[in-house]
């Protein structure tokens, strides 16, 4: 009797420290959240606030989905912000300087973000350099590189009245009703729920998913099994690195100028938002789809917050705490 | 014989200061269990890392189905069919079972893992050996004695023809052992030919056919279990020769005051219910195998690790022991087993270890003096002979011995009453063990009351006034240094799973 | 064994500085002179190594100087601190707001400057040691909450402290002293590099001749071990990432009187440099090695490349780019070094 007593109370604590656990409070937070900003300004409840929402996390959401990786194996990557605005200031340059086509320039700008997750791969899983400080070397150089190789202009992809405007399209589509009034569909959304789907696929039922984890668990059990563990860990950079270009594209495509010198910070709402979806900070666990809550909540926030009246340092002031409670949260977490 | 499967002849293996094995001769035949034993340090462990690719042997020959083999990593003997299942686990907490056992080959359909086909191939194996685990289980959420038989039917699942287990049944519960046990015969019957390395005397009894005994890295001599008692075992690996003199009595006064008294002391699995007295002067053997609890007592004393339950009393009054700092102050000193790790900042100088524990000492306003600091380092060097340039060389330079030494100066420097050496004298080469022990003995005669806790009997024998033996992480032997034998010692070193054995076939299971 | 020791012995004097430290030293003359070379190139003939220049550069030297001072402390501990740069801005705002906006004293807003980054560093230094955070994003997280805080109270206005006109414009003369000699020439005296040397001569103290320092090394070192010898390593974690903080605010004074105007939501580039700066000095990445003079000769490196970068008449980006290869390959060559022992 007293036996299935403790047996109910450890099943609950196990829950209650579950990712599910996390992931479920997470969205029950997500709602009443939602809820608040509906009742406290009536501007937050129209549907183009919705909208607005889903165009400005497309970024974000997507260097959380590829942090989740290098994470897991226990490490970090610091460089996403500063390479987002990089990557996609250097795509701008192709096409209005060197004149790239529009297909050339977002090629490229995704494929500078894999070489990146290359040499940040390298050094950390060859080289054995701390994640943090290689990733950090790396966000400086990017930083730098994107204003040297444009001589510190903004960059523009091409805006609604340009040819090549489509790709825009691909993130908002604006339909006209019979009205005359003009509805965006953030059409992105289905993009993003789609690449989320294949990257918890590839975490959970691929190889590189699963010695990924394994990196994160039991490095020495992997090797011992005869796994190429060097290789494996540079993979997550990698996928990181490719998954930080296509943000620079999303960047791109959602938002109209590019400054030099912005895009840090931005990889600290990715880490954080990782974490709070219940990826490990010490590794070997992790979800895509908790990473994608943890935006969710993030972009609700920033675009919540001015709602009622606060502005953008609040929103600062709000994802640092959140950032920290996360990790917190993930360190009581583990006994 | 043509149903030898495996064949070990004349290997030898030096590591820098130690001769670990000898040319030591091994075989394994199709459906045996053989039985590997032998004391802590004795070389089996050392002899199946050579065997499966994990050290290269520097001489001798393997053979296997009938082929000279040589492994350069576990990969290959795994490959070849030689499969170890560790002493400590090495699985993947975050998977699953299947995902586990197929680590490495998964099986895929297309381009994902064919996780489905996992999940039925590892039921299969289960089901062969007569196990029931849920292959879609999170490893970590499994006991132990089941990761193991994950581990089991992984070494299966690999096509083994030897699959060797390294005390297997350290961790395990009556009831999971005879499970275990179980699958072994299973195996047998099967033709595996299965290497059996333990310390438990009724187990090699029960499952195994034959018993190779080593003793400091040498072959001692293989028996037929069923011809031969326990006895005949405990001799052959304690061997006749006594290295060096043991002591024959206690030096400690009779009426030496009770400096610690530890009471009823509880902390995690492996301390329960330890209670003992340490006197002035006196140095108290803590005897037993390894994973006895005899480490994990020791820091549950020292503040290291959290204590359940139990009382610490230092000189007759109740101390207050919640951390290592704690403990320093009421003048308790704790020498690690792992020097490494626990013991010496090696980076640093041997003055600065030192004044480590005590530095407090050695401040002249908020400036640490570092001339008296370095006078008394080399006061120490002198004292204790410890071999090092200067005071101001890192500790990394040393040998373990003179590290050893240097850590011992930094408990006699913070005044420590009361000295804890966990496996004093690990590592470090045969010259300088000799001095560890002159000096641990003159410390005891100027008032020191020492802990000791050694694997090796020779050692408990030759120093200890007294001797207590865990096993399981309880008390399971006491004795004065008059009395004790090696065969003494031993026989209370595996006592309590005897008695448990008994206990648990009228309970049914131990909680 | 005997003779290399012996041999070694001659070499003592070398030795107590550091033989690394006397390559830093040539590497900076090297290029200085690299840059005098190359200016001479690009800008037809024009000098690199002018007073002006000279006095640009440790001006840049000063509040690099401060914050990689006190972020040697926390790597030698093992941890990392990239609030520093944030810190430094934050207590810049808040005080220059107090004084421009509160009347505040000029005295009490210069003490309020350290003061201010002793807060951010407790709080830091506490999930560290205490919470048992990894350094790294406890810092990251609070680099975020720096910046904020400096922006929520000056209500994301620029903050420009007096200039040397004006009333309270004394501070200037803690980073550089101008006297007016009776020509009409103005001598203008670095004093702030006579503080910063001050500084570093006391931080070298606390970190070698203190328990604080010796702790701090030895937890940087081998944290177990200094735990089981009955050590508060706790205490002397904290304490480290209080001094970083504290050296961050203090490093806030120099930034503004060297230029004037603190922009909120900025300041994190800084932290880089100092971090680069310390660990080219030969603070080791992983904690138990630290040098104090190290870190001076790095921080002066790092002060004349951004100025050699701006002579040439490149972008500050140049300067990003190549503190990260620096840095990266100092760390390289960290982990080569220690591999090889």
Redesign the interface.
């Known amino acids: 009797m007293e036996n299935t007593m403790i047996k109910r109370k450890a099943a609950r604590i196990a829950f209650i420290r579950s990712n599910t656990f996390q992931r479920l409070l997470l969205i029950a937070v997500l709602i009443l959240l939602y809820a608040f900003f509906c009742a406290a300004s009536p501007a937050f409840r129209r549907y183009t606030t919705l909208a607005y929402i889903c165009n400005n996390m497309y970024y974000t959401l997507l260097l959380a989905i590829g942090v989740t990786f290098p994470i897991i194996t226990g490490g970090t990557d610091l460089s996403m912000g500063t390479g987002l605005i990089c990557y996609s200031l250097i795509g701008s340059y192709l096409m209005r300087m060197c004149g790239w086509p529009l297909w050339g320039a977002i090629l490229a700008t995704v494929l500078m973000g894999a070489a990146m997750g290359t040499v940040n791969g390298f050094g950390v899983a060859k080289l054995n350099i701390p994640p943090f400080i290689m990733t950090l070397g790396s966000m400086m150089f990017c930083r730098g590189m994107g204003s040297i190789l444009t001589g510190g202009m903004s960059g523009t992809w091409p805006n609604y009245l340009e040819p090549g405007a489509g790709f825009r399209k691909i993130f908002r589509l604006v339909i006209t009703a019979d009205s005359g009034q003009r509805i965006p569909i953030p059409l992105g959304m289905v993009w993003m729920v789609l690449l989320a789907v294949i990257m918890t696929a590839v975490l959970n039922h691929t190889r590189t998913g699963r010695y990924i984890i394994g990196i994160g668990s039991g490095r020495e059990a992997l090797k011992l099994s005869g796994v190429n563990v060097v290789k494996w860990n540079m993979i997550a950079y990698i996928i990181c690195g490719l998954f930080t270009g296509l943000a620079a594209v999303a960047y791109a495509g959602t938002f109209s100028n590019i400054t030099p010198g912005e895009g840090a910070g931005f990889e600290l709402n990715a880490i954080g938002a990782a974490i709070i979806g219940g990826t490990s900070m010490t590794g070997g666990s992790g979800s895509v789809f908790g990473a994608f809550l943890g935006v969710l909540l993030i972009s609700l926030l920033q675009v919540g917050l001015p709602f009622i009246g606060l502005n953008a340092n609040w929103q600062l002031l709000v994802t640092g705490c959140i950032l920290m409670g996360a990790v917190t949260i993930d360190r009581l977490r583990k006994p | 014989m043509e149903d030898v499967i495996l064949t070990m002849k004349g290997i030898d293996k030096t590591f820098p200061g130690v001769h670990a094995l000898n040319h030591v001769d091994f075989d394994v035949r199709r459906g045996e269990v053989h039985a590997l034993m032998g004391e802590n340090g004795a070389g089996k462990s050392t002899l199946m890392k050579v065997l499966t690719g994990i050290c290269a042997k520097d001489s001798g020959e393997i053979v296997f189905e009938g082929r000279t083999v040589e492994f350069r ?3 290959e003997a ?1 490959e070849a069919g030689i499969v170890i299942v560790h002493q400590e686990l ?6 699953t079972v299947a ?1 586990n056992i197929f ?2 080959r ?1 099986p ?1 359909r297309g ?3 064919d ?1 489905a086909r996992m999940n039925k191939e590892a039921a299969k194996l289960f089901a062969q050996l007569r196990i029931d685990i849920d292959p879609k289980e999170t490893m970590s959420n499994l006991t132990v004695a089941k990761q193991q038989m994950c581990e089991i039917a992984k070494a299966i699942s690999h096509d083994a023809k030897v699959i060797i287990f390294d005390e297997p049944t350290a961790a395990l519960t009556e009831n999971e052992i005879e499970q275990l046990f179980a699958i072994i015969q299973d195996l047998r019957a099967k033709g595996y030919g299965i290497v059996y390395i333990s310390h438990r005397m009724d187990e090699i009894k029960r499952i195994t056919d034959r018993v190779t005994v080593m003793r400091d890295g040498q072959y001692i001599g293989t028996l037929i279990t069923a011809e031969c008692t326990k006895e005949d075992i405990i001799s052959m690996m304690v061997g006749r020769v006594i290295y060096e003199d043991p002591k024959t009595e206690n030096r400690c006064p009779p009426g030496a005051p009770v400096v610690l008294k530890v009471e009823h002391l509880n902390a995690g699995r492996l301390v329960r219910d330890v209670s003992f007295e340490l006197h002035q002067g006196e140095i108290l053997g803590f005897a037993g195998l390894v994973g006895a609890g005899r480490t994990e007592t020791a820091r549950a004393l ?1 503040g ?1 690790d959290p204590r359940d339950s139990g009382d610490i009393y230092i000189d007759g009054k109740k101390a207050e022991i919640h ?7 009421a003048g308790i000193g ?1 020498l ?1 087993e792992d020097r490494k ?8 100088s041997v003055a ?1 270890n030192t004044t ?2 005590s ?2 000492k050695f ?1 002249k306003g ?3 003096d ?1 001339r008296r600091e370095a006078g008394t380092a080399a006061e120490h060097v002198k004292a204790l002979k410890t071999k090092t ?1 200067d005071v101001e060389q890192p500790v ?1 330079n040393l040998s373990g011995g003179n590290q050893q030494k240097v850590i011992i100066a ?1 408990w006699l420097v ?1 005044d420590a009453r009361i000295m804890i050496f966990d496996e004093p004298t690990r590592g470090i080469d045969v010259g300088a063990k000799q001095e560890i022990y002159e000096l641990m003995a003159k410390l005891a005669e100027t008032g020191k009351s020492i802990i000791m806790i050694s694997s090796e009997l020779a050692e408990i024998l030759r120093l200890s006034d007294r001797i207590i033996v865990m096993c399981e992480g309880r008390i399971t032997g006491e004795m004065d240094i008059a009395d004790a034998t090696q065969e003494k010692i031993m026989a209370a070193a595996t006592r309590e799973i005897d008695q448990q054995r008994q206990a648990g076939a009228k309970e049914g299971s131990r909680p | 064994m005997k003779i290399r020791i012996e041999r070694f012995r001659a070499l003592r004097p070398v030795r107590a500085v550091g033989f690394s430290r006397v390559v830093l030293t040539l590497v900076l003359i090297l290029l200085c002179l690299l840059f005098q070379a190359l200016s001479a190139i690009v800008n037809h003939g024009s000098v690199f190594l002018t007073y002006e220049r000279l006095i640009s550069a440790v001006n840049y030297g000063y509040f690099i100087g401060f914050m990689a001072l006190g972020v040697t402390f926390v790597i030698a501990t093992g941890g990392i601190d990239f609030s520093i740069g944030s810190v430094m801005f934050a207590a810049g705002l808040i005080s220059g707001y107090c004084f421009r906006h509160y009347g505040f004293p000029m005295a009490a807003c210069l003490v309020m400057c350290p003061l201010i980054g002793m807060v951010f560093g407790l709080v830091n230094g506490f999930l560290v040691s205490y919470v048992r955070l990894p350094s790294f994003i406890t810092s990251l997280g609070l680099m975020q909450i720096a910046k904020s805080v400096g922006s929520l109270f000056t209500r994301t206005q620029n903050v420009s402290w007096p200039g040397e006109s004006e009333a309270g414009g004394w501070f200037r003369s803690l980073a550089n002293l101008k006297i007016t000699l009776s020509g009409g020439r103005v001598l203008n005296i670095p004093t702030g590099m006579i503080l910063l040397i001050a500084v570093a001569v006391l931080c070298s103290v606390v970190l070698h001749k203190t328990r604080a320092g010796r702790y701090m090394l030895h937890l940087g070192s081998n944290r177990e071990a200094v735990h089981l010898s009955g050590v508060d390593t706790r205490r002397w974690e904290i304490l480290a990432y209080v001094i970083c903080g504290t050296l961050a605010g203090f490093a806030a004074i120099f930034y503004v009187s060297c230029y004037t105007t603190v922009l909120p939501g900025k300041g994190d580039t800084f932290n880089n440099e100092a971090i680069a700066a310390c660990v080219m000095g030969g603070t080791s990445m992983a904690g138990g090695l630290a040098s104090i003079l190290g870190t001076l000769i790095g921080t002066q490196m790092i002060a004349v490349m951004q100025e050699g970068i701006l002579a040439m008449g490149l972008s500050i980006s140049f300067q990003y780019a190549l503190t990260a290869l620096i840095l990266i390959s100092a760390v390289i060559a960290d982990i080569s070094s220690r591999r090889r022992n």
């Open positions: 990593s576990p990969g795994q090495n699985m993947i907490g975050h998977l995902q680590i490495g998964e895929k381009l994902f893992i996780d020292f290291a951390s290592p700092r704690d403990a320093v102050k704790y690690s790790r626990f013991g010496a900042v090696l980076q640093k600065e480590l524990a530095l407090q401040m908020i400036f640490i570092k340039p990394k930094k913070s």
